[in-house]
C-alpha cells in the first residue's frame, strides 16, 4: 500500500447555514492534492447540506464524525446550527490536541448562533486561548500585509480601557515571537495619535509599551504609536508588512478593503496551527448557487501546510 505522507488536516464545517460546507465541497478536490482533509461532520448533516446544494459527496471525503442532528434552514440564524458549528470546532482541537492531525482550519461560525446556543465565546480565538491557557493572538492578512489584533471581539466603548502598558508589552512580545519580522508598525488609538496628548491620552500606554518591548529584545523592532488614519496609506504599507491594530475595525476595515478575496486569518501563540478563512458565513448569499469566492480558504489551507513544514 502507498503511504500518504500529505499532512492532515481537521477542518471544522462552521455554520450548515452558511457558505462554509459549499466550499468545502467546491475545494475538496484542489485541497486533497496538497493534504489529507478530515472533516468535522457526520454522515447524516453531511447527505443533508449535500443534498440541498444539489452536489454529490466526492467518495474520498473522509470525515470525523461530530455527533448531533438538525434541519438545515439555509441563511438562518439558529442554535442548533450554533451548536453544531461550536461542536465540530471542538472535534477539530481536540484532534490536533491529541496529534490525530498536523492541523486544523476552521469554515466560519456565526456569532449569534453561537450566542444562541449559550455558547460564552465570541470567536474561534476566544476558544482556543481558553483551551490552551495561552494568550493566542488573532492575525489576519495576506503576503502583502498582516494584522494582529490587540483588541478583538469587544464593544468599540470598552476598547480603550483595555490599552494598558504591561499588557501590550507582552501582546509585542508574544507576536515578535511568532512573525519574526524585525519590522512592526503599533498603531496609536485616537485620531491622529492623539496629537501629543490633546485627543487623548491611551497612547502614552502604547509609546511605553513599544519602548519596553524595543528595550526586551535590544532591536528597535516596534514602530509607532502610528497615526492611525495614515497607517495603511500605500506609502505606510510600503514601509510595514506587519501592523498591530488596538481594536478589530482599525485593522480589519483596511485590509478587508484591500484584500478581502485572498486574506486568511491564523491564530498565533498556540501549541497547535489553526488557520481559518477571513470570512464570515455570508448567509444572504448561502446554498444559493451564487459565486462563493474560496481563495481565502484554499489560501488557510496552503498556510497550514507551510506551518506544518515550518514546525517539523
Ligand atoms: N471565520 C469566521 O468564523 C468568521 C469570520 C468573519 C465573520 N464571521 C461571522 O459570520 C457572520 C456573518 O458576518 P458578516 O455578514 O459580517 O460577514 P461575511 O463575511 O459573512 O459577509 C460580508 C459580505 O461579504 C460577502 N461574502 C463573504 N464571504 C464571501 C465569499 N467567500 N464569497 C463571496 N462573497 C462573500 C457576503 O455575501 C456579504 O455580502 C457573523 O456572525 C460574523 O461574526 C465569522
Ligand atoms: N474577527 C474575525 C474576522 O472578522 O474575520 C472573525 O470574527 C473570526 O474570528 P475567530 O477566528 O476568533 O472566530
Known amino acids: 500500500m502507498i503511504e ?7 477542518i471544522s464545517i462552521g455554520d450548515l447555514n452558511g457558505i462554509g460546507i459549499e466550499i468545502a465541497f467546491k475545494c475538496h478536490e484542489e485541497i486533497s492534492k496538497i493534504c489529507q482533509p478530515i472533516y468535522c461532520i457526520n454522515n447524516k448533516m453531511l ?11 466526492p467518495e474520498d471525503f473522509e470525515i470525523f464524525k461530530t455527533k448531533g442532528e438538525f434541519d438545515l434552514k439555509p441563511g438562518t440564524v ?8 461550536f461542536n465540530s470546532f471542538m472535534d477539530a482541537i481536540n484532534l490536533a490536541n491529541l496529534k490525530e492531525v498536523d492541523a486544523i482550519c476552521t469554515l466560519p461560525i456565526n ?10 465565546y465570541k470567536g474561534h480565538t476566544e476558544v482556543l486561548r481558553d483551551y490552551f491557557g495561552k494568550h493566542a493572538i488573532m492575525m489576519l492578512g495576506c503576503s502583502e500585509m498582516f494584522v494582529a489584533l490587540f483588541t478583538e471581539h469587544i464593544p468599540l466603548r470598552k476598547v480603550a480601557k483595555k490599552i494598558n502598558e504591561e499588557d501590550l508589552t507582552q501582546f509585542l512580545i508574544d507576536f515578535y515571537n511568532n512573525v519574526k519580522s524585525e ?3 503599533v498603531l496609536g488609538l485616537n485620531p491622529h495619535a492623539s496629537d501629543n496628548g490633546v485627543l487623548g491620552d491611551e497612547e502614552v500606554q502604547i509609546f511605553k509599551a513599544i519602548k519596553k518591548a524595543n528595550k526586551h529584545f535590544e ?33 480589519l476595515a483596511p485590509l478587508k478593503a484591500l484584500y478581502f478575496e485572498e486574506s486568511i486569518n491564523v491564530s498565533l501563540n498556540l501549541p497547535i496551527i489553526r488557520t481559518s ?6 448567509f444572504n448569499i448561502a446554498y444559493k448557487n451564487e459565486n462563493i469566492n474560496t481563495q481565502s480558504y484554499i489560501n488557510a489551507i496552503k498556510e497550514a501546510i507551510n506551518l506544518i513544514s515550518m514546525k517539523k
Open 4 to 10: 500518504n505522507n500529505k499532512p492532515k488536516i481537521a
Open 111 to 120: 456569532k449569534e448562533s453561537w450566542n444562541k446556543a449559550d455558547i460564552k
Open 183 to 185: 519590522n512592526i508598525g
Open 277 to 282: 478563512v477571513d470570512h464570515g458565513t455570508a
Open 78 to 85: 439558529s442554535k442548533k446550527s450554533g451548536k453544531y458549528s
Open 219 to 251: 532591536k528597535n523592532i516596534f514602530k509607532g504609536p502610528l497615526v492611525p488614519d495614515t497607517a495603511f496609506s500605500p506609502l505606510s504599507r510600503k514601509n510595514f508588512k506587519y501592523f498591530v491594530a488596538m481594536y478589530h475595525d482599525q485593522g
Open 47 to 57: 447527505k443533508r447540506a449535500a443534498n440541498e446544494l444539489k452536489i454529490e459527496i
